[in-house]
Structures are given as structure tokens and as C-alpha cells.
């Protein structure tokens, strides 16, 4: 038997009746405006507010019992009864319809709430007053099942947010499906595949997706140490002189406060689980975790992302990178199984090509008779004897190197770009370092233009 009588099933409702210019938070707004300011612009809401409402209007997560218990404690039920008729039912299309399909929803809920609560609720002549009560008692109800949640860190963890995707991200659909669906039977999943192939855009384009079904998603690049990188993520309550060992111990007193509405991502985990004295004991939390890796971990689930389709994906997104290439889908083939269907490397061809300004015979010419080396085996074997193998894209990048043309100064500032941090420094300290002139040359266009980065 289930409850169909919960806050995300009368709202969706009121939603289905509502004007167009009277928006989904506007809506949830009014009903709770003594907590809420109705007078709020979509502008103020803009990110974490606009995803809290969706999350309560699709049952995600509650109303918070902070509102309820000041509704309770003032009796604000008569204002948000007052609120109804004043201020929403005026922007919906057919009140008598929301009333119909509210008294429909009480229904198919009489085995769990019984006929008589029926009968008092339908009894309620005023539509202002009977929505009211709806609302009461679904906000109630939502909060009887039990469920616990994670706090919300949006406005405590200052740190620790997942990076932009690239909007060039292509495919994945099944691969995409595959994790919500692992995450749902077993908390933990890697994320494998070899160097260069999109896990991390993967891991991001992920978190974009599901957003609104997370209380908290929380990115962390691993760069040897969970430890350090939980030490380093930046909390409103952390003091200056706190130590890293200090600021572990706070942060991760909050991390374990979080349930499997919250996900961490571990980018570029590339260790085996064992080489991480802190690992086992971090998987044994309730949260969710996503890890991207070039290992292949035997001991836990894993997903591994493989090369794109060749015909479709690969193709659309060298034309992303080259649109002049469109007009030769032959030679672009040619060239993407040249290079193994190697998802950066082909982004990297595309981006050279358009660069250098080489017609695209030429430059499949070049590729073939000064040549990648094709011995390199694809299934190379990603962690042996606690080494990384790089060969075939290490053996692309630098081909493509020798192909984009750069000059001896942008070969200067792409090696030195290769000692960054992951973090990056100020655009002004890095043009101190290299004694450049001005930040509008070379290095303006490699930054901006990121083509003859490859």
C-alpha cells in the first residue's frame, strides 16, 4: 500500500493547473511565504535555491522541518489557508479542476489513510482551506517515512564543487544509465578506462545530470592523499590557524554526517585502493562515491568507459573542433582510425588541424609517413609492477606536437603550463614567471584559444 498523499503529488498538481507566468518557485514561495520571502526574484535564486525547490516539488527531499516547526509553533496554517486565496489560486487556470484532482489523489490513498480522513478532508467546502489542508497534511506525511537525509553543505562547504563539463561532451547514454543504476544497488563505483579516453568528463557530465537528485555532490581531485584532499577542502567554520591534521579531523566529522542522497567524486584516482592507507575506511560510509581511475580494481564494481562510436560520435566531434572538415568525412575517418578512436586524441587532432592551417590531406600525409607508432598495443596494461603505462597517447601528443606549429615561444609556455598545479596560479604570477611582455600575444591566444594547446 502506498501513500499517495505527499507534498511532491498535491504540488504537481497545483503545477499542472498553474498560469505560465506564475512560476514553480513563485508557487512554493507563496504557500510558505511566512518562512519564505514571495517577493524573491528568480535572479536571487539562481543555482542552489532553484535546486532546492525542485527537489522538494519532485520528493527528492522534504520540506525542511525548520519550516514546518515555525508553521506548528506560530499556527501559520490560517495564513498559508489566506495565502491560497489571495495569491495562488488567482494564477490557476481551473480551480475547480485542482480540487477534482486533489480529492482524486485522496482516493487512491484510502487503504493507507482511511475513509473517514477522506471524508474530513473532502468535507472542507472552501478551496482555499481544503488546498491548505492538503498541503498540511502531505508535508506531515512526508515527514512520518522516516527517511533520513544529509545536511545541506551549499552554503557551509566553500570548496569541493565539481568543475564545468565540456559542452562538446558526446554520447554516453548507456554508460550514463549504468551508473545511476550501480549506484543504486552498491554505494561505491570506479570509473576505468585508459588515459585520455573521458572519464572525468564523464564523472562531470554526471554530476551535471543528476544535480537535482543529490543534497550534496562533493569533487575531490586526487592527488596522492584522501587525507590531504579532505584536509584542503574549505569549510565557513575553518580558522586560519588550524592544522591540516585539525582540518581533516573537522571536515570529515561533516562528510560522515552525509547519507546516499550526497555524492563524492574522487577524480584521477589512479592507485590501487591499497596503496591509500585511508581508503577502506572511507568506502565504509553512507554516502554515495564515483571514482575515476586508470587501475582496474578486482576487488569492487567497476564501469569501464571504452573508445566512442567511430562513425557518429567521433566524427561529430572532430567537426566540433574543425568544422572546414565536414566537407571530407572520408579523410576525418581515416584519420580517427589512424588514431584509434582515442576520444582526446582525436579532439586533439581536430584542434591541431584547424590551428595550423594545413590542408586536411596534408595533414592525414604527415600523420601516416612521419607516424604514430601503431606497435603500441591499445589493451596496454594500465598498472604493473606500480607503474603507469602512457605509451599510445604520449606517442600522439607528441606527434601532434611536431604537427601544430607552434612557435619556440608557445613551445615555452607549454612546458612551463605543464608545472602547474592542479589548482593553477594567477594569470598576472605566471606572466612574472616567463618575463612576458603582455598577456595578449601567445599566450593570450593559447589561453583563449586553446587549439594550439595540443
Not at 502506498?2 to 512554493?28: D, G, P, S
Not at 568543475?163 to 543504486?184: I, N
Request: aromatic letters at 10%; one cysteine or more.
Amino acid at each position: 500500500m502506498i501513500n499517495r498523499l505527499t507534498f511532491a503529488n498535491v504540488i504537481k498538481i497545483l503545477l499542472e493547473n498553474k498560469k505560465k507566468t506564475f512560476t514553480q518557485y513563485r508557487m512554493v514561495y507563496c504557500i510558505f511565504s511566512k518562512c519564505m520571502n514571495d517577493t524573491v526574484t528568480s535572479a536571487d535564486l539562481i543555482g542552489d535555491g532553484m535546486i532546492q525547490i525542485s527537489r522538494w516539488c519532485s520528493g527528492e527531499r522534504p520540506i525542511p522541518k525548520n519550516v514546518l516547526e515555525k508553521y506548528e509553533e506560530n499556527d501559520y496554517w490560517n495564513d498559508m489557508e489566506e495565502d491560497f486565496r489571495t495569491k495562488i489560486i488567482p494564477n490557476l487556470i481551473n480551480e475547480l479542476q485542482v480540487r477534482s484532482q486533489l480529492e482524486s489523489l485522496l482516493d487512491e490513498s484510502i487503504d493507507v489513510i482511511g475513509a473517514d480522513k477522506i471524508q474530513e478532508m473532502k468535507q472542507i467546502s472552501d478551496n482555499a482551506a481544503f488546498f491548505a489542508a492538503m498541503v498540511r497534511y502531505a508535508v506531515l506525511n512526508d515527514h512520518s517515512q522516516n527517511v533520513v537525509y544529509s545536511p545541506d553543505l551549499s552554503e557551509t562547504l566553500l570548496s569541493g564543487r565539481v568543475p564545468s563539463c565540456t559542452k562538446d561532451f558526446l554520447g554516453r547514454k548507456k554508460e550514463l544509465s549504468e551508473v545511476t543504476a550501480a549506484l543504486k544497488n552498491n554505494p561505491l563505483l570506479f570509473v576505468t578506462g585508459i588515459a585520455g579516453i573521458g572519464k572525468s568528463e564523464f564523472a562531470k557530465h554526471f554530476a551535471k545530470k543528476n544535480e537535482k537528485k543529490y543534497t550534496n555532490i562533493i569533487y575531490l581531485y586526487y592527488t596522492g592523499s584522501l587525507k590531504k584532499c579532505i584536509a584542503e577542502l574549505e569549510f565557513a567554520s575553518d580558522i586560519a590557524e588550524m592544522t591540516e591534521a585539525e582540518l581533516f579531523e573537522a571536515h570529515y566529522k561533516i562528510l560522515q554526517t552525509l547519507y546516499p542522497d550526497s555524492l563524492i567524486i574522487i577524480d584521477n584516482f589512479n592507485v590501487l585502493p591499497k596503496d591509500d592507507v585511508f581508503f577502506r575506511e572511507f568506502v565504509k560510509n553512507r554516502f554515495q562515491i564515483l571514482i575515476t581511475t586508470r587501475c582496474k580494481p578486482t576487488a569492487f564494481n567497476t564501469l569501464e568507459i571504452k573508445e566512442l562510436n567511430k562513425d557518429k560520435e567521433l566524427c561529430e566531434l572532430f567537426y566540433r573542433h574543425c568544422p572546414s572538415s565536414k566537407s571530407e568525412p572520408e579523410l576525418v575517418a581515416e584519420i580517427i582510425d589512424l588514431l584509434n578512436a582515442h576520444t582526446l586524441t582525436v579532439s586533439l587532432a581536430a584542434l591541431t588541424l584547424e590551428a595550423s592551417g594545413m590542408d586536411i590531406e596534408e595533414f592525414l600525409y604527415e600523420l601516416k609517413t612521419t607516424g604514430i607508432r601503431t606497435e603500441i598495443s591499445e589493451e596496454v596494461e594500465l598498472y604493473k609492477d606500480e607503474t603507469f603505462s602512457y605509451g599510445r597517447m604520449m606517442e600522439h601528443l607528441r606527434k601532434l606536437l611536431q604537427l601544430s606549429r607552434l612557435s619556440a615561444e608557445q613551445l615555452d609556455i607549454l612546458r612551463n603550463l605543464c608545472l602547474l598545479p592542479p589548482s593553477g596560479v594567477p594569470k598576472t604570477m605566471f606572466k612574472q614567471w616567463l618575463q612576458l611582455e603582455s598577456l595578449h600575444n601567445s599566450y593570450r591566444h593559447m589561453m583563449h584559444h586553446p587549439k594550439p594547446l595540443v
